[in-house]
């Protein structure tokens, strides 16, 4: 069975099982209709089956008559600033983000450098209908340029940001453990770290393009990575996923500081600068709802998905933003998730904080998040009648059915919903101790089960 997944999230697979060059032809032509004219940025993550992907989708665009403007390897945030920077009619990201070697994917932008809203996709699958037609004559085809700038004007877009005071932060040292699992943040977050002043430590920052482990940066899969920052004793551990629009820390006592935790502090941080709206998604900790609450700010929560939680961020005009996975949205800079962005502002907390990361995350609203997931691709799960019949089952509580169902409960909640990124079935459940959120998806997965 093919792997080959559509969403808002863009088209992702297997290479050689799903994603394959006459599959990624017709998305490229399709965007290229999309955008009609004018330049495509494009830039992918580290993996070794990116330099094939790119240059399909290049030629493709090329033939076109579109002009493709080429970052190489780079951060997913960085192709969105630079489409908005140089003012491109759209941008391709190759990158399967969190997703083992196998996987690559065409993530799509539009001219403001943002993943592509629902109705803009919707418009991409009726011109696929028509995709490999309308080639242009040898001498329309559009041009190809290299563009090696995008990451240093990334680095200094983000040391220059307001708020953060990288002179101070450079007189603190901080001393940094960084893993980049060789992907793309190899290219910029040790660099960028050293301008920020810091003493840095890399670990899987190889050139190699190879996972020397599964990429999603959840504690699980980072035990070597924890080890090693208790070990060197450094003040914290910087983990980026392959693409770097995740930020994942954990503290200097070589513990988690947790993933969600990210986005919080993130959130504390700005919002003790500059009031205003809160946007996250459905599956963010509700810490955010308590540090609104502090700050007198209003929190909104969008479906998962970053295109979802931009396109609510804009709606009303938050200050900050993102998602729990690990991704800060500060749209001072612009509007995507943006490890570089969480590491300068956390950098900054740490250092107004004034002591130890662990106590920065203790000072944080406490609450236990617990994520499972079951494996639907080869198991004939029907979604929709799970769905429903976890709505009868809890109808006397508050329901919420935009991504799925997320049921709240006076102290805690459960969110069930199908991956954009993975075909698996999300059970997300947080509350006031890990006892409760384990009955919690004991509870989703009993039902399940049943059915």
């Known amino acids: 069975m093919s792997t080959l997944m559509v969403s808002i999230s863009g088209i992702r697979g297997i290479i050689g099982d799903g994603l394959d060059p006459n599959v990624l032809v017709k998305y490229a032509s399709a965007f290229a209709d999309f955008v009609k004219k004018g330049k495509v940025i494009i830039g992918r993550d580290a993996r070794i089956t990116g330099e094939m992907v790119s240059s399909i989708v290049a030629s493709t665009l090329l033939a ?186 954990i503290t200097e006592e070589g513990k988690p500081f947790g993933e969600e935790n990210t986005i919080a502090q993130a959130v504390k941080f700005v919002l003790s600068k500059q009031k205003g709206n809160v946007v996250v998604n459905l599956s963010t900790t509700r810490a955010i709802d308590d540090i609104a609450e502090q700050y007198g700010v209003k929190l909104f929560r969008s479906a998962v998905g970053e295109a979802n939680v931009v396109q609510k961020m804009k709606q009303v005009k938050a200050v900050i933003g993102g998602e729990g996975s690990g991704g800060v949205i500060y749209p001072t800079l612009h509007y995507g998730r943006d490890a570089l962005v969480g590491i300068a502002i956390t950098l900054q907390h740490l250092l107004e904080f004034g002591g130890k990361l662990h106590k920065l995350k203790n000072s944080l609203p406490q609450y236990f998040i617990l994520k499972e997931k079951i494996d639907i691709s080869k198991n004939k799960v029907n979604v929709d009648k799970i769905i429903k019949s976890l709505v009868e089952k809890y109808k006397n509580e508050k329901i919420n059915t935009e991504d799925g169902l997320r049921i709240d409960f006076q102290k805690s909640w459960v969110h069930i919903r199908k991956s954009n990124t993975e075909p698996i079935l999300r059970i997300i459940a947080e509350a006031n101790t890990k006892k409760e959120a384990r009955k919690l998806i004991y509870n989703v997965q009993f039902t399940i089960k049943d059915l």
């Open 64 to 249: 076109k008559g579109i002009d493709v403007i080429d970052l190489g390897i780079c951060p997913t945030p960085t192709v969105q600033l630079t489409v908005h920077k140089l003012k491109a009619q759209g941008g391709i990201v190759i990158s399967a983000s969190h997703n083992p070697n196998e996987w690559n994917a065409l993530k799509l932008l539009n001219k403001t450098g943002q993943f592509m809203t629902k109705e803009e996709n919707e418009k991409i699958k009726k011109l696929l209908l028509a995709a490999n037609k309308n080639y242009r004559p040898w001498n329309k085809i559009g041009k190809k340029t290299d563009y090696s700038e995008a990451i240093n004007e990334h680095i200094n877009s983000v040391l220059n940001l307001k708020y953060i005071q990288k002179a101070k932060i450079r007189r603190r040292k901080f001393k940094v453990l960084v893993d980049c699992v060789n992907g793309a943040g190899v290219y910029v977050i040790p660099d960028l770290l050293r301008k920020f002043g810091c003493d840095v430590i890399e670990m899987n920052c190889e050139k190699s393009g190879i996972f020397p482990r599964l990429p999603e940066p959840i504690p699980q899969n980072l035990k070597k990575t924890m080890l090693a920052v208790n070990e060197n004793k450094v003040d914290l551990g910087i983990v980026v996923d392959p693409d770097v629009d995740r930020l994942v820390l």
